[in-house]
């Protein structure tokens, strides 16, 4: 909300009485009697009318003017601002954290009055204050801090003098304070020796909010805290809650998200931390809100922290789950280092590091030596965005300033010498960095590992190998390549396997140049190979990966093997892939039967490194809930009664017997976890039939089917995925798309919104080198080789979906296992469908 300066408004009044002026003077003027004896000619009529309309125009605007510079003088506004006031003259006890008590209400009164002596003090405060109250007491460094909340009725444009004011009290006066004298003296009996004050947050003031409630909480034992509902319902519409947390004397509060999942627009929900117990926004920690996958921990400086939540009241989600504990506050940090190398990070460094902290490093380091640092992580809080230069929370390296978020990078110092300060002030804190420092003689900077030309140091056998380790790719540039290398025009070498499969890997697009291209009278297959154009729809799969017979007009009859399609009839063809293509390839037509499936039919518009999906995108993903616990496992909808996971899913560990119906519930059509739609349908288990060869050491197997108790009826959001024949054949470097509601990376979050990501097949030679061995013919590769994009926990059974050239989708595989998750060289592995394809028929005739 803006108001007008003072000085429009003077500037505004009088223009107006000017105008008042020139407005009598012209009517005046149109009245003079010796005009009045004159008939009016036609022209003098218009021009008298024209100059009433203009003066009646002229009163109207000047009515218009004073009401709004006077009447609403008189539409006063509420304006609430949040305090805290450390007083040293007062012990904490118990009895200050119980409203109802003597002691409370007695200082509270204290509190109360020294206030209003304060505000009597300044003109603005005094004439607009209405009145205060007291919110809690915590204990303070020295004595107790007192929070307190209060409020002012005033004129709109008077807002910004009044926050003026309300700043000016917060500043102590520092001579006063220097010399050990009291703030604010002698107006009353407290000794107030620091005073924060702010406006409250104007999206916590909304008169509509349906939930109100604020909880106290102890946090010297370890506990939960959850949004309300989480995680079986959604948070309500319209709620303001708050949690007061408090630690032990000499104690910080240690609060630790676990999962959080709010709308994406922090103007309607969020949650907002502070290390205080009422919202004073000089002491705001952080504001979230949106799907955030990785933990977060948050620490107080002191030993309280308030935790608020608000939400607006349409589109509800799931929430969070946070736990709460104490740690003690004596933070050690900094000191004199001199060994030749050695890490430094921020306090508790990954969490957040605590507001009010400093701590300096100085490290020395042998004559004849030079100092690197180099950032592995760094993430200051930057509230505005860089615009403040580094004044709030930086890394100051000798008399370098580092603030907000940087990618590695590396300072050296020519010196033996080199000082670290980390300084975090009252408000907003982040994960902080991790550094290591590192002495070199200046011929050597990277002693025994590769220079790179931003002075980072890495591993020596990181240098040429295809990935890039130095953040500015120098590790890569001019390289000779190895064999199993590809030379990149760029002068990178990257691994052959990853030429021609789709994706720019050098970064100059040169691996994927001159993919293939076969002489005249030649066709190019799938896999590169060149074949004579008369060996294509033969019958004979000459390029060995069937694509010489893929797209062929003419249907072959072949000798049946496990290249050819099964018609009903038992007659085999040879064209790949013919299923639900759009065209009958078998005499009996039985290649076109069962093809409901694969569409998304009625669309309306633990992935790692994926985004979220749209409504309706994949209609044939399952949420598998564990009831009590949600989502553990995805599955796929092959029609309205039989769903598709993975065997290990299924089996029983120590604690629970995964292998009950009873304990599961499927959910279909869900898109948001905890967020169900008209379209999505829950349903029990009537029968879970794992594959009975299923190998909990290799994975081999690992598929299992489930029946519903009561069939769904499919809806746009609830549709089944094509189940391929034994024939089908799915190609290496082939795109496929992994959807999953897992984690989002290896040990994260499991995703609120359901999570889609493209990788590729890999071919199974590859794959079992990459994967020493271990993967079998019934099992399928897809990944991104240089890592970053994969299957992970929580995405286990549910399907990989490739499109096939009819558009139409097919489950090739079922999420199965990994070495990880979105490592480089550690594609995901998926249970091959159309290996179990016979097995799943037997089960549910589909
Ligand atoms: C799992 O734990 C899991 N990267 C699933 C898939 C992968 C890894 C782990 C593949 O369910």
Sequence with gaps: MSSPSSGTEIRFSKEQGEGGDVAVRMLSASGSGKKRRRRPSKKTLWKGLGLLGGAAALALLTGLLVWHFHLREDQKVQKTYMGAMGISDQQFAEAYEDPSSEEYQRLAGLVNSQLKVMYSKNSVLSKYFQESTVQAFSEGEDGIVAYYQSEFSLPEPRLSSLDQAMESLGEPDKQQVRQGRLLLRPTNTLNVHRMVTGALDPRMTKPKFI???????????????RSPGFPDSLYKPSTFLQWKLRAQPHHRVLLEFHSFAMEEDCQKDFIKLYDSLVPIEHLVLAEKCGNVHQPMVFLSSGNVMLLTMVTSKENNFRGFRATYSQIPLNTTCGGQLTGLSGVITSPFFPAFYPPKTTCVWNIQVPEGHFIKLQFTDFSLADPAGGKAGCTKDYVEVNDQRLCGKKGSSAITVESTKMAVRFQSDSSNVDSGFSAQYEA?????????????????CVNHTLHCDGWEDCADHSDENNCTCQEGQFLCANGRCKPSFWRCDGVDDCGDGSDEEHCGQCSAGQFRCHNDRCIPDNQTCDGIDDCSDGSDEAQCKKVVEAKCSAQTFRCSSGVCISKVNPECD??????????EANCECGTRPFKSSAVVGGESSQVGEWPWQVSLHVRGKGHVCGASVLNGSWLLTAAHCVQDDDTTRFSRVDLWEAMLGLHIQGHDSEWTVRRYLQRIIPHPSFNPKTYANDLALMELQEPV???Q??????LPSPAHQFHAGESAWITGWGTTREGGFKAAILQKAEVRVVNQTVCNTLLQGQITDGMLCAGILKGGVDACQGDSGGPLS????SGRVFQAGVVSWGDGCARKNRPGVYSRVTHHRAWIKEHTGL
């Design 211 to 225: 939930n109100q409630r604020s909880t106290s909480l102890h946090v010297q034992k370890k506990g939960d805290l």
């Design 440 to 456: 070199f003689v200046p011929a050597n900077p990277c002693p025994g590992r590769f220079h790179c030309d931003n002075h980072q």
């Design 582 to 591: 759009g065209e009958a390839d078998c005499q009996d037509a039985s290649d």
């Design 713 to 715: 009826t499919l809806n």
């Design 717 to 722: 959001n609830i549709w089944p995925i094509c």
């Design 802 to 805: 490739i499109t096939a050239a």
